[in-house]
């Protein structure tokens, strides 16, 4: 059974900068979440993809996007990136679109703005 | 007040010794919740879930769960130095089905 794997590990991007941050869920996995973790606070949900559609978002801005591919592989795009952007973006991948099911992380993108 | 609210600790506690990390909710309409471990610098790993109240046993770790209390807990018993991480604790929104994390304990095992 393959895991969660994420790309690229760890990535420095200037402000004013977009990035992308790719997702591979667990085989047999059809949804999958975003978080962003700041140093020594828990995950932020930002959204979450279902069958391709997006199921649920937490207060993050709309610079903050995302899609999902029929493989249900996931991307997460910041545009006009900021400083308070530097933190751990967590992909977890669970079954169906229910927060009731566990979900099981990547091991993460460390993303730091300059 | 948070939604999952943790005591950011840190808990240490000796070798061998119980460690009791505790967590409580606001959304009473939650119905799962879910411990996670996370070393420094890497990402969260589930070490349990439960969905009914009372106790759930999976090897040195027990969760409890009081849906009246709105209160979990995890229980390690023989805490070794290789358990000491941050345990995060977990729980879905009943409205949006999104997971809310608490911060945090980190958990400190002393030789």
């Known amino acids: 059974e393959t895991g969660v794997t994420q790309s690229p590990t760890h990535l420095i991007k200037t402000r004013g900068q977009q990035v992308t941050l790719r997702c591979s869920s667990q085989?047999?996995?059809?949804?999958v979440s975003w978080y962003q973790q700041a140093l020594g606070q828990g995950p932020q949900f930002i959204f979450q993809y279902y069958r391709e559609e997006e199921n649920g978002r937490g207060n993050f801005p709309p610079r903050f996007s995302g899609l999902q591919f029929p493989n249900y592989s996931s991307e997460l795009n910041v545009n006009a990136l900021e400083l308070d952007d530097s933190a751990l973006y967590l992909c977890?991948?669970?079954?169906?679109?229910?927060?009731?099911?566990?979900?099981?992380f990547g091991d993460g993108t460390r993303l730091s703005i300059l | 007040q948070k939604e999952v609210e943790q005591n950011s600790g840190p808990l240490s506690v000796p070798e061998g010794a119980i460690a009791s990390l505790n967590c409580t909710y606001s959304?009473?309409?939650?119905?799962?919740f879910f411990w996670y471990r996370q070393y420094s610098g890497k990402s969260p790993e589930l070490i349990m879930s439960?969905?009914?109240?009372g106790d759930k046993e999976d090897g040195r770790f027990t969760a409890q769960l009081n849906k009246a209390s709105q209160y979990v807990s995890l229980l390690i018993r023989d805490s070794q130095p290789s358990d000491s991480a941050t345990y995060l604790c977990a729980a879905p929104s009943s409205n949006t089905g999104k997971l809310i994390f608490g911060q945090g304990t980190t958990l400190q095992v002393k030789p």
């Open positions: 085989s047999g996995h059809n949804t």
């Open positions: 977890a991948s669970s079954l169906q679109g229910s927060g009731n099911q566990p979900q099981h």
């Open positions: 439960i969905y009914s109240n």
């Open positions: 959304d009473r309409g939650s119905q799962s």
